[in-house]
């Protein structure tokens, strides 16, 4: 059994290559294929692949929640178990198992959550070549999340992004992802031009119209943050014909939401890339809030498994890419383990033998 503490955790995702991103990129994306695949499956006796109880959980009288949640892809088993006390700071671990049973690695939930969650954008930004500017990319929020979508886009686009904004309700929490940031991003990307400001910190007229005027110039839209109104108007990014790739994964229950309907339908014929259809029509609230149909929505595992290369459509009249994100068991499992494997091959951890 392998135990990678945080610290080296952090360590081997900072230390990623071009070439190792990708090949764990493609590790998610086949997982998200084999799911949508499995979904869409009529055939009763076919035996699954893939297997996602629903999460339990452990309410004290303290108030302390436990989550647990299970998945299998049938070579190895995944729990990931998550700690919410009242009045202390969210943790946990995911423990990977053979099928087998034995105990492979126990890993943290919440750098793998961050990363996975942000590479789950990149299956599907990674692979529209072509089809809008990369030029100059917008993240709002100040945590993890967030900071992995910027160090994903940029490993994984490099050669394409001039700029990336990082926009923020409040200013402290900014500030403290910038300080450890902006120094390594100043060092791998030398003629990378990387702004940052709060709307706490700006006169209301001052905020929106910088706002205002970087939506404008901007095509990718990572939306990070836990808000319950849009973190911008349809308006503002309609004013100019300029194609774009707005996902979302910050909003996570049903009075959240992070763009309003009018920038949600705005894909071609009113298409949403999701990563799972029915957990995100049951907790996004983008969604529910704008009556989305499940036959409005795309499977991002569906188009990887039609054509590997090419994700969405092209010519006249095509709109914004839209892709929303709620997370599921099996993205945690196939992405911890890989990360486990490459620890070991690194001698990061520490091995238990029992």
Known sequence: MLVLPE????QLLLNLDQTQCETILQTLSDALATCSAQAKSIDQNQQQQIHQPLRSSIVTNHGDTTLFMPVSDTLSTGIKVVAVPHNGP??????V??????????????EVTAFRTALATMTLFS????LFSKSRVIVFGAGRQAEWHARLALLLSATEIEAITFINRGQDRL???????????KQRYPNLKVNAYAKSSLAPGEYVSRLNSDLAESSVLFCCTPSTEPLFAYDTIAANNRRRF???????KPHMQEIDKQTLLSGTEGRIYVDSKHAC???AGELIMAGVQESQLVEAGDVFGQDPNLVVEKGPGAGNIVFKCVGMG???LVVAKTLLDMGAEKGLGTKVDF
């Not at 198992?97 to 939930?109: D, E, K, N, R, T």
């Open 7 to 10: 610290d080296q955790l952090n």
């Open 90 to 95: 969210i943790r946990g671990v995911i423990n």
């Open 97 to 110: 198992l053979s099928a087998q049973g034995a105990l492979l690695g126990v890993i943290s939930a919440a």
């Open 127 to 130: 692979r529209c070549k072509g």
């Open 175 to 185: 500030d403290q992802m910038m300080a450890g940031l902006l120094p390594d991003l």
């Open 246 to 252: 707005i996902s979302m994964i910050g909003s996570y």
């Open 281 to 283: 029509l049951k907790e």
């Open 330 to 332: 099996i993205m945690d």
